[in-house]
């Protein structure tokens, strides 16, 4: 299992490369996106700002807040769309992203936990009333080791 801090920035790093490749449009897009959710227009968003929108707890935040400084400015934010963009799964327990193996709820197929919450899955509150999980590898991993690849190895880069 990878630390948090080198997942973290794989994902910025593939966040990034994701960016830089979208069309122009979809860019202008992003950015129109951060310039709505930065209520106050001082370039940066505040843990309020995204959770009144609807997005993560703020345990997602703070792991998306690489300087921490509380606030998100656009080159952060790139790894919030990326994420979105790539559905992502969030861990039921403790709010991170879902980066690598986790658990899910064979039952509902609606609650996923990271190994790290599956582990202590009796101690959490509120508690699930399935026990029946099953280990998963996130689709977004696949899609972060392909952008970073392709710039590690251009040779394969598929045209």
């Known amino acids: 299992m990878a630390s948090q801090r080198s997942l973290r920035s794989r994902m910025q790093t593939a966040a990034a490369l994701y960016y830089e490749r979208l069309p122009y449009a979809v860019q202008q897009e992003h950015r129109d996106l951060f310039k709505g959710l930065d209520k106050n227009g001082d370039g940066r968003i505040s843990k309020a700002e995204p959770l009144q929108a609807g997005y993560p707890k703020k345990s997602f935040f703070s792991f998306l807040d690489t300087d921490g400084d509380g606030l998100l400015d656009f080159e952060e934010c790139k790894s919030l769309f990326f994420l979105m963009k790539n559905k992502a799964g969030v861990c039921e327990g ?4 879902l980066l690598e193996s986790y658990y899910g709820c064979l039952e509902c197929h609606a609650f996923d936990l990271c190994t790290t919450c599956y582990g202590a899955r009796n101690k959490l509150e509120p508690g699930h009333p399935h026990s029946n999980f099953v280990q998963r590898k996130p689709m977004i991993s696949t899609v972060m080791n392909e952008l ?7 040779q394969l880069l598929i045209l």
């Open 148 to 154: 970073i690849d392709q710039v590690n190895h251009p």
């Open 94 to 97: 403790c709010g991170m992203p």
